[in-house]
Each structure stands twice: as structure tokens, then as C-alpha cells.
């Protein structure tokens, strides 16, 4: 996507020296910053604290990351060489990055997909990880491209689309799911207006889609997380698009904690909710969605929240009662009952249809 005439993936890798940039997604919408992480443990560090975030964006630095862990482990000397020459210390390493890499952000099923596939070809080489991280980079955009393509059919002119959380091109390498539709429809001409749920406690909605549908000169608004419901029964949304973070092999979705009530209203009034996700989302592991870990995060993204002051200053401030806890799951299951369609890289596909596509 384009920033300001600039075109910018959210996170690439320099195969050379090893570093990952990535746009910082926690200073976004106030300002655009790359940041930079030099090896793994920084990686891990930005997937942890959401620098980089939204389940495509964590695949793509998780392959980054376990690409950097081959490079450091290899320590120069076992660069080029074959899987056999690695010494038992160098082969512990590995696995114990893939380890710690695999618990930064565990709903997410692309981070998996991305370890496993870059940690089988690191084996090989340091180099033949770091360009298993780089094609899976690459095959993250064409999916995400082709899911707009495909999804851009259900906008029509004067559509009116719910969308929940961030699911646009910052939570993926470009183009995003859930909204890679919307954009793909821009270019086409059409002509529709987006709610974009604020998406409560981290705001992705009201900072990061907002900044993004802002961005390619997309009408929209912003509306309280709790407005689904009036908004449908008014009949002011023609249909939903959300992402996902999981799908289990029944279609169950895990997705932003929010969304399951979003799809149940959506149910009550006959109105279409669709999820938009590549098949490196689904999980054929997994009968149905009870088996999904769900991410609890910190208190803290509850009881507080920060932003820029009147003279652009960082701030924290609490904002509910002192003394008091919060319970802070990342994200809930939406049963696929709730769910329409899928907007995948291969085609709209139905929930009792998705297992037809295992390998
Ligand atoms: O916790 P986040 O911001 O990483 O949440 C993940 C998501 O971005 C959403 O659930 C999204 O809809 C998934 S697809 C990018």
C-alpha cells in the first residue's frame, strides 16, 4: 500500500544482514515509524507488544524471526553448509527459539505456519530459511490480493459493510483480508461506506482501520463497539467482513473478542457475515473451535489507555475504578453456523465445504 506516494509493505526482511523493519503499528495512527529488530529476541519482543500485529503481519514476522534465529545460531560458520554439520548445540537452539517465537502470540494459526515451514527449511541452510520467510512473505500478499479480487463481487455501489477490528493490509504483509475487498472495489470505482467497530480494549478499529480506509479515501465512520446491534436493526448495514485469527477444520473462527456477538446479531437480522481469510489460516488440526487457545493479554489494555495529548505527548491514563481487575481475552470463536461464507484465496466457500480442501 501507499503512504504518502511511498509503497510499503507492513514488515520485510533484508536477507543480507538479517534485520526485519516493520511500520509501528502502536505509534499509528499519531505516527508513521518503522522499527527495526535485529535478531529474533527483538522480533519476539515486537510480536509480544504489538508492533507488529493482526494474524497475516505475526505469520510474516514469525518466518522473519525463525529465519534470524538460523542466522544467529549459526553464527557465521554453519551458513551455506548442510543440514548435517549443524553440532547438537546449534540444532537446541533452534528449537528452543522456534519455541519461544511460538509463544508470543498463540491463537494466531499463521505464526505456526510459518515457523514450521521456515524451521524445515532452515535445516537445510540459514539461507534456505531466509528465503522460505521471503516466499511465504510474498505468498501472504498474492493471497491476500486474490481474496480482494474475489470478495470485491459482494460490494455493490452504495454497499454499507461492518467490519470489526483491524483486518486491512497492516495486519498482513499488503492488501489485508477483510479489507482487501474494500479496496480492490475502490479501484474499480464503486462507491460504499464502512463502520469500523472501535474494537475495544487496543482500539484496532478506531486506530488502525480508521487510518487505513482514511488512507485510500474510503468513506466511513467509526462506531462504538456496542453499536452493532442498533445499527442492524436500523438496516444500516448491508453485510459484515471480518478476519480471523483460527479457523478449525468445522469453520468455527476465532477472531478479535467481539466479533461472535457481532455475527449473532448479525444472524437475528438476516444479514451476511462473511470472514476473509487465506487457507494459512485454518487449522485442519482441529475439529472444531473449543480446541482454540484464546490469548489473554494484560489488564492493563482494559483499565487504561494512551494516547497523544493536547501537545502531541505520549499519555497513560486509567480509566476505570482504582482498585479494581479486568479480564482481558484477545479473542472469542464465532461458531459456523454464524458464518455465511469464507472469503479465501481459492474461492467464497461455505463453512461444511471448507474440509473438502485438505491436503
Ligand atoms: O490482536 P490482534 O490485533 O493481532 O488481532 C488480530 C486481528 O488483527 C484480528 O482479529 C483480525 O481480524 C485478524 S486478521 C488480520
Known amino acids: 500500500m501507499y503512504i504518502a506516494g511511498k509503497h510499503y509493505r507492513t514488515i520485510w526482511m533484508d536477507s543480507e544482514t538479517g534485520i526485519i523493519s516493520m511500520i509501528d503499528q502502536n505509534a499509528l495512527p499519531f505516527s508513521f515509524e518503522i522499527f527495526e529488530a535485529k535478531n529474533y529476541k527483538e522480533t519476539c519482543h515486537a510480536i509480544i507488544k504489538m508492533i507488529t500485529r493482526g494474524a497475516g503481519a505475526i505469520g510474516a514476522a514469525a518466518g522473519f524471526a525463525m529465519a534470524q534465529a538460523f542466522y544467529e545460531g549459526a553464527r557465521g560458520e554453519g551458513r551455506g553448509t548442510n543440514y548435517e554439520k549443524y553440532t547438537k548445540e546449534q540444532l537446541e537452539f533452534f528449537?528452543?527459539?522456534?519455541?519461544?517465537?511460538?509463544?508470543?502470540?498463540?491463537t494466531a494459526r499463521n505464526l505456526f505456519y510459518a515457523t514450521e515451514r521456515?524451521?524445515?527449511?532452515?535445516?537445510?541452510?540459514?539461507?534456505?530459511?531466509?528465503?522460505?520467510?521471503?516466499?511465504?512473505a510474498d505468498e501472504n500478499i498474492a493471497?491476500?490480493?486474490?481474496?480482494?479480487?474475489?470478495?470485491?463481487?459482494?460490494?455493490?455501489?452504495?454497499?454499507?459493510i461492518l467490519t470489526h477490528c483491524n483486518a486491512g493490509w497492516l495486519g498482513f504483509v499488503?492488501?489485508?483480508s477483510a479489507l482487501a475487498p474494500m479496496y480492490i472495489a475502490k479501484e474499480q470505482g464503486k462507491e460504499f461506506f464502512v463502520y469500523a467497530d472501535e474494537t475495544r480494549p487496543r482500539n484496532q478499529g478506531a486506530r488502525l482501520t480508521a487510518w487505513e480506509l482514511q488512507n485510500e479515501g474510503i468513506p466511513?465512520?467509526?462506531v462504538p463497539d456496542n453499536a452493532g446491534a442498533h445499527l442492524m436493526s436500523r438496516g444500516m448495514v448491508d453485510f459484515v467482513i471480518v478476519g480471523a485469527d483460527r479457523i478449525a477444520a468445522n469453520g468455527d473462527t476465532a477472531n478479535k473478542i467481539g466479533t461472535f456477538e457481532k455475527a449473532i446479531v448479525a444472524k437475528e437480522f438476516g444479514i451476511p457475515f462473511y470472514?476473509?481469510?487465506?487457507?494459512?489460516t485454518i487449522d485442519?488440526?482441529?475439529?472444531?473451535?473449543?480446541?482454540?487457545?484464546?490469548?489473554?493479554?494484560?489488564?492493563?489494555?482494559?483499565?487504561?489507555?494512551?494516547?497523544p495529548d493536547s501537545e502531541g505527548i505520549l499519555r497513560t491514563i486509567r480509566m476505570a475504578s482504582p482498585g479494581s481487575h479486568a479480564l482481558n481475552p484477545?479473542?472469542?470463536?464465532?461458531p459456523a453456523k454464524y458464518i455465511t461464507g469464507f472469503i479465501t484465496e481459492k474461492g467464497i466457500i461455505k463453512s461444511n465445504e471448507l474440509s473438502r480442501f485438505i491436503l
Open 118 to 136: 521456515v524451521y524445515t527449511a532452515g535445516l537445510k541452510s540459514p539461507e534456505a530459511a531466509v528465503n522460505e520467510a521471503q516466499k511465504l
Open 143 to 160: 493471497d491476500a490480493k486474490r481474496i480482494g479480487e474475489l470478495g470485491s463481487s459482494l460490494i455493490t455501489n452504495g454497499s454499507r
Open 220 to 222: 466511513h465512520k467509526i
Open 284 to 307: 485442519f488440526s482441529l475439529m472444531d473451535g473449543t480446541q482454540i487457545p484464546i490469548e489473554e493479554r494484560s489488564e492493563d489494555e482494559v483499565l487504561t489507555y494512551s494516547g
Open 330 to 334: 484477545a479473542f472469542d470463536v464465532t
Open 174 to 176: 499488503d492488501y489485508g
Open 275 to 280: 470472514v476473509a481469510a487465506p487457507f494459512s
Open 95 to 106: 528449537v528452543s527459539s522456534r519455541n519461544e517465537i511460538e509463544a508470543t502470540r498463540p
